[in-house]
């Protein structure tokens, strides 16, 4: 049996295709790909919640967006500076603010106490969220590729983790801030839980074959 995958889509998009599968029990959306990252966080919104409802897993691609995590960039007064395609007068559409900045100073610190490299974090951070089933990371050489492989060898302490993901949270907008747990236990449902669907159920899949009847 073959699997269906999307790529680059919104999330009511997928939504609507892994319903349409579930109601005509049709083989469903087991993977959806995603840009991911420390710095690009956006797919929190919506994506990840709706991968874990519907059973999709996500694969992130950019873990370390576009090279800027690695840490081989600096801020100048002409924005990036540095060896790599981020830099110079094409920056591939990268606006890098202040709390970019403070992200890499943070990544570099969580780094260095781990004494690991900068790269590794971002990709083990990425690895290991909720929901992500697998990250695509890029090498051009065999050494690169055994350090982007290094990335799962080791545990990110939670204090750790805290420290980077407060680091790259940006507050989510108005709509979004109402599903957050602070707001859902302060004003909409104080100390009630909603449950999602029963643990390990799954629609049944019919199989069809062409020239069958249906």
């Not at 990252?37 to 990840?48: C, G, K, T």
């Not at 990036?80 to 395609?85: F, I, N, Q, Y």
């Not at 990544?107 to 992500?132: C, D, K």
């Not at 940006?170 to 100390?191: D, E, H, K």
Request: overall charge negative; hydrophobic content about 45%.
């Amino acid at each position: 049996m073959r699997y269906a995958g999307l790529s680059d889509v919104p999330a009511w998009y997928v939504a609507r295709a892994q319903t349409f599968a579930e109601a005509n029990a049709l083989v469903p959306v087991v993977s959806l790909q995603l840009p991911y990252s420390l710095v690009n966080r956006a797919i929190e919104l919506e994506h990840v919640d709706m991968g874990r409802s519907l059973g999709l897993g996500i694969t992130a691609w950019s873990p370390l967006a576009g090279g800027f995590l690695t840490g081989k960039y600096r801020a100048s007064d002409q924005g990036l500076a540095g060896e790599g395609r981020l830099a110079g007068d094409d920056p591939s559409g990268g606006s890098w603010a202040d709390r970019d900045w403070r992200l890499l100073a943070a990544l570099e610190s969580v780094a260095g106490e781990l004494g690991v490299s900068m790269a590794q974090v971002a990709v083990n951070w990425v690895a290991t969220q909720p929901g992500v089933a697998s990250a695509i990371v890029g090498a051009s050489g065999a050494e690169q590729l055994d350090a982007n492989m290094a990335a799962l060898g080791f545990e990110l302490p939670a204090g750790l983790r805290a420290k980077l993901d407060e680091a790259s949270a940006v507050p989510p907008p108005s709509v979004y801030r109402m599903f957050t747990p602070a707001y859902q236990s302060w004003l909409i449902n104080p100390g009630l839980k909603v449950a999602d669907k029963p643990a390990g159920y799954a629609p049944a899949v019919r199989n069809w074959v062409p020239g069958s009847a249906a």
